[in-house]
């Protein structure tokens, strides 16, 4: 097991979990978690329909199938992101309200909540590259030195993909609270 490969990849998942979460401007990803009923099974909302920002305050998602809007606006607003759909028949149109304090206040927090799930991740990570170095110690594979050195390693890897989700954490919240 690559354990930098692996915590790369926790650090990439949690940067796409802070895509969903909203900003002052429209961005597609905020709908990215939607999952649509369609046809009995839960489908993404992006496998149903074209997904784009004609402006900065506005989301336009354009169905594949007509016959799915009134789902897709059912998943839209039963959705905890707030969002109000206004649909002319071909596509459905967002506008996304500018951030209130108290919200923005709201989305930090969130920011935060989905940064230390990711800080959990490295962490398991490490506790499981830890134990495999412990048990090979243990059955004679590496001395008590190597072992030491290895842990040492696995340790400066999560210091160093912690600070790294630190540093994405600060960029989302400096985006959030951008007026």
């Known amino acids: 097991m690559d354990i930098e490969a692996s915590m790369r990849k926790s650090l990439d998942a949690t940067q796409r979990t802070f895509n969903t979460i909203r900003t002052g401007r ?9 999952q649509v009923e369609y046809y009995g099974s839960d489908t993404p909302l992006k496998s149903l329909a074209n997904l784009s920002t004609p402006d900065s305050q506005t989301i336009q998602i354009q169905p594949f199938d007509t016959s799915a809007m009134a789902v897709i606006e059912k998943a839209i607003s039963m959705s905890d ?20 304090e108290d919200r923005r206040k709201e989305l930090c927090k969130l920011a935060a909540k989905y940064a230390e799930e990711g800080k959990v991740a490295l962490r398991n990570i490490r506790r499981d590259a830890i134990d495999k170095v412990k048990k090979q110690e ?16 696995v340790q400066k890897l999560t210091d160093k993909f912690i600070a790294e989700l630190e540093k994405q954490l600060a960029e989302k919240e400096a985006d959030i609270l951008k007026v």
């Open 26 to 34: 429209a961005n597609p990803s905020l709908l990215d978690k939607i």
């Open 81 to 100: 992101l707030g969002l109000t759909c206004n649909n002319d028949g071909k596509v459905i149109r967002i506008n996304i309200p500018p951030l209130t």
């Open 138 to 153: 243990k059955d004679g594979e590496l001395s008590e030195d190597q072992s030491r050195d290895e842990q040492d390693k």
